[in-house]
Nanobody, 125 residues
């Protein structure tokens, strides 16, 4: 069972940048597709981005396209989310998740078996 730990959250002004990291406990990290989700106060958790196990496929929700970039370094068992041009509406707890389907880059939460505890991102206006 893979354990995921997010880091890199914090407080940033609108227009600023943050890079989130998601470190996995297993050397088999490279077989999992991974994704980022977020949950804003009073709202349901929503999909943000995903990347396949090999890194060859990525997918983003429309609201972050052109601003966020998902990537991974399988040698370091780590996934990243580079967030640029941040907006107050990006404020949320960000979660990383892993799917045993190596090719999966979709948005269905049920396809992700493993989840981290989340990291808070706050964007001030």
């Amino acid at each position: 069972q893979v354990q995921l730990v997010e880091s890199g959250g914090g407080l940033v002004q609108a227009g600023g940048s943050l890079r989130l990291s998601c470190a996995a406990s297993e050397r088999t990290f490279s077989v999992y597709a991974v994704g980022w989700f977020r949950q804003a106060p009073g709202k349901e958790r929503e999909f943000v981005a995903a990347i396949s196990a090999s890194g060859s496929m990525t997918y983003y929700v429309d609201s972050v396209k052109g601003r966020f970039t998902i990537s991974r370094d399988n040698a370091k068992n780590t996934m990243y989310l580079q967030m640029n041009s941040l907006k107050p509406e990006d404020t949320a707890v960000y979660y990383c998740a892993a799917s045993v389907k190596s090719w999966y880059t979709g948005s269905y939460e049920r396809e992700y078996a493993y989840w981290g505890q989340g990291t808070q991102v706050t964007v001030s206006s």
